[in-house]
């Protein structure tokens, strides 16, 4: 059961996670002579600042929710996959190759279809074959699922550069750009895309998959422990493919979106930021889809300040970077932390029963 | 560089890429198998090889020195190695996360200061001539070694001795084998941990330092695409053996070179395909050595096993 000291703690750890990586990126700012102050009100004013400027931030949160799953789903199989940069190339991929292919001779809206169901199966086949190697041949799936990402950009680039090249675009290869009608518009009265919408319903459909079904459950339980799995009789392997495939088919709509919503061609710029963006959304989220979304928007925002960094303080665009990667060390953390804290710890109840034996996982661990 | 040479230039510049390739491969998994044998992944290898390549071009460039360039990659690489030695080792926190992290971490501060390094050029490493003067150019710039190159191979087999005959390399060992043993040695698994970290992550800095002052020589945010990554895949592939490491970074560096070379005499079809050799060389090494059935010879016992 958890009760609310649990969960104020896990909502404590997180939000504060967050804010120690603020201030340690303020330390880092100050060091390389930028006022602290000035840069946490610029990334204020550029993500959530204005109805305008928070739009910015929603553009970019969506293909992060959707990378993020790429992570948080295998997490939940004890999987370290983060191979979401390549899901999200091959996706894109994919779906400008049918929606060149069929091109105007069908109604837009079965092109959009076409191109999402393309992004799906090109992305989750991609991550499927990091989960079926981890399986079957024991190959480790954090760094089998980083290879495919640089295989999955080495194919865009030749792809982008040569075979699917469009002559006009010269000093950024690019492949022929998407009809206009084919294009994701945007939700009426803004400028988000309906790539937004991808976004949170397939967070909420694996929110509720991952902990409402028999599925996520066998899921979770071969996560826990992987042999007492198998004595249940749980399919392991194929749970373990399918929940790959997943993962990597939200990728691969991540992908979709990028193409048809935002860039309307595929170049380079596909493999921009959503990947290392979405691990660190699904680690901070704790691999939870429904966290995801509101970490999601935060990192977005994170993402939208870059710019403003670079053009008002003369900071380089890797600040970005920079930040990302201190949250994330922060976050990483913050997980030692769990339990150690004594305002969030159970009251001892008192009963007549013994103590109950300390469950695996509880018991004390000798530090050295 | 194989001009005038014709087919026979792509034999001669995989073989050349194969030494000046293979040195940064070549400390990177040796510091990858220095960590591993003491029980700890270090995928963030990737982001010290940024940070060590960024921090010996700037440092070259500052003070004209390349040889203070190396020492400072290190230098740099054993700040990153200590910020991974420490977290992977709370409680609760996972090593291959923290790599992750480290990844993003290295690349970000390499990219940040390595800003205003990317124009100008920086002093390079001096490089000893196999070849004699007799030979046409393209064969003397392709048998121009780098004494890095040298001081990787004399490291491997310094690397073994360390880990068979010394007392610190039983440490090393028991720590990454059998952690219970060493806590009954009365040795520190923390500190052998910490100082095995830091050691490898110091010489993935030097191995930055070879991308950067040798080969190729320049300091562009693209010049390690995943290199710190497939060591780490090499150091499994050479079964955490410090001479088979050394063998299978030349195998890596000749993979590495096969793209540019075919490119020299004239292929341009394919070239970003030729470029991922090395990414499906590794992943199909790891497919055919791997096997759910069985350990891999020679792997840790406390490898990839939470504290």
Same mark, same amino acid.
């Given at each position: ?6 969960? $104020? ?6 939000? =504060? ?22 840069? &946490? ?54 779906? @400008?190759?049918? =929606? ?12 959009? *279809? ?21 399986? &079957?041949?024991?190959?480790n ?38 009809? #206009? ?7 009426? =009265? ?30 979770? *339980? ?10 249940? %009789? ?5 749970? *373990?493919? @399918? ?59 994170? $993402? ?59 018991e004390p661990v000798v530090t050295v | ?7 026979? %230039? ?19 998994s040796l510091g990858e198998c220095l960590t591993e044998k003491s029980g700890k992944i270090n995928l963030?290898l ?14 070259? &460039? ?16 054993l700040?990153?190695g200590s910020?991974h030695g420490w977290l992977s080792q709370q409680y609760r926190v996972n090593d291959v996360?923290v790599g ?39 064969? #003397? ?10 001081? %990787?191979?004399?490291l491997a087999p310094l690397m073994t001795w360390f880990f068979k005959s010394t007392r610190w390399g039983l440490y090393v060992r028991a720590v990454g084998d059998s952690p219970d043993a060493a806590r009954a040695m009365g040795v520190s698994i923390f500190k052998v941990r910490m100082l095995s970290i830091m050691a490898g992550s110091f010489l993935a800095?030097?191995? %930055? ?10 300091? *562009?945010?693209? @010049? ?7 060591a780490v895949?090499?150091v499994i592939f050479a079964r955490w053996n410090p001479i088979m490491c ?32 090395? &990414? ?14 069985r350990t891999l010879a020679g792997v840790p016992g406390a490898l990839g096993i939470d504290n």
């Open positions: 059961m958890q009760t609310w000291r649990r969960t $104020l703690e896990s909502l404590c750890l997180s939000f =504060g996670a967050i804010l120690v990586g603020l201030l340690l990126f303020g330390l880092f700012c100050a060091m390389v002579g930028a006022n602290p102050l000035e840069v &946490y009100g610029l990334i204020w004013k550029a993500a959530f600042g204005s109805a305008s400027t928070f739009q910015n931030t929603l553009i970019r949160a969506s293909p992060l929710m959707l990378s993020a799953l790429c992570t948080a789903l295998p997490a939940r199989l004890g999987l370290v996959i983060i191979g979401n940069e390549g899901a999200l190339v091959m996706g894109g991929l994919a779906a @400008i190759s049918i =929606g060149l292919a069929i091109g105007t001779a069908l109604p837009p809206i079965l092109v959009q *279809t076409a191109m999402a169901i393309a992004g799906l199966v090109a992305g989750g086949l991609w991550i499927a074959a990091a989960g079926a190697l981890r399986h &079957y041949r024991a190959v799936e954090t760094i089998s699922s980083l290879l495919l990402n640089y295989i999955a950009i080495a194919l865009l680039n030749h792809l982008v550069g040569g075979p699917m090249r469009d002559p006009s675009s010269l000093n950024k290869p690019s492949t022929f750009p998407l009809a #206009e009608v084919n294009m994701l518009g945007d939700i009426p =009265g803004t400028r988000v895309h309906w790539g937004l919408v991808y976004g949170l319903v397939a967070c909420l459909i694996t929110y509720f998959l991952m902990q409402r079904t028999t599925f996520g459950f066998a899921a979770r *339980t071969a996560g826990g422990n992987v042999r007492a799995a198998r004595i249940a %009789g749980l399919p392991v392997g194929k749970l *373990t493919v @399918i929940i790959c495939f997943l993962a990597g088919s939200c990728a691969g709509l991540a992908g979709m979106v990028e193409v048809a919503a935002v860039q309307g061609t595929a170049n380079e710029s596909l493999n921009v930021g959503y990947g290392y963006g979405g691990i660190l959304v699904a680690f901070a989220a704790r691999h939870n889809p429904l966290a995801a979304v509101l970490i999601s928007l935060l990192v977005g925002g994170i $993402l939208a300040s870059g710019g403003i960094l670079q053009r008002s303080l003369n900071l380089p665009d890797a600040t970005v970077l920079v930040f990302q990667g201190l949250v994330f060390l922060v976050v990483l953390y913050s997980d030692s932390l769990y339990g150690k804290i004594r305002f969030f710890k159970e009251k001892p109840i008192i009963t007549t029963s013994a103590s109950p034996p300390s469950s695996p996982g509880e | 560089m194989a001009e005038g040479l014709g087919w026979w %230039g792509v034999p001669l510049a995989i073989v050349a890429g194969t030494m000046r390739g293979g040195t940064p491969f070549l400390f990177v963030g990737e982001g010290t090889l940024l940070t060590g390549a960024m921090t010996a071009y700037g440092t070259s &460039y500052l003070t004209g020195s390349p040889w203070l360039g190396i020492l400072a990659a290190g230098l740099a690489g700040v990153l910020i996360a992750i992290a480290m990844i993003i971490f290295g690349s970000g501060i390499a990219f940040f200061f390595g800003k205003p390094f990317i124009q100008p050029s920086a002093p390079q490493l001096p490089t000893l001539n196999l070849a004699g003067s007799a030979v046409s150019p393209a064969v #003397e710039a392709a048998l121009q070694i780098s004494p890095l190159f040298l001081l %990787g191979i004399a800095g030097i191995g %930055g330092a070879a991308l950067s002052l040798y080969y190729p020589g320049v300091w *562009t945010e693209r @010049i390690s695409s995943g290199q710190g990554l497939m895949a090499l050394l063998w299978a970074s030349l195998l890596f560096g000749g993979a590495q070179a096969l793209g540019p070379a075919l490119q020299s005499v004239g292929i341009k079809q394919g070239y970003y395909l030729f470029n991922a050799a090395p &990414y499906v060389l590794t992943l199909l090494i790891m497919i055919l050595t791997c096997s759910p059935k």
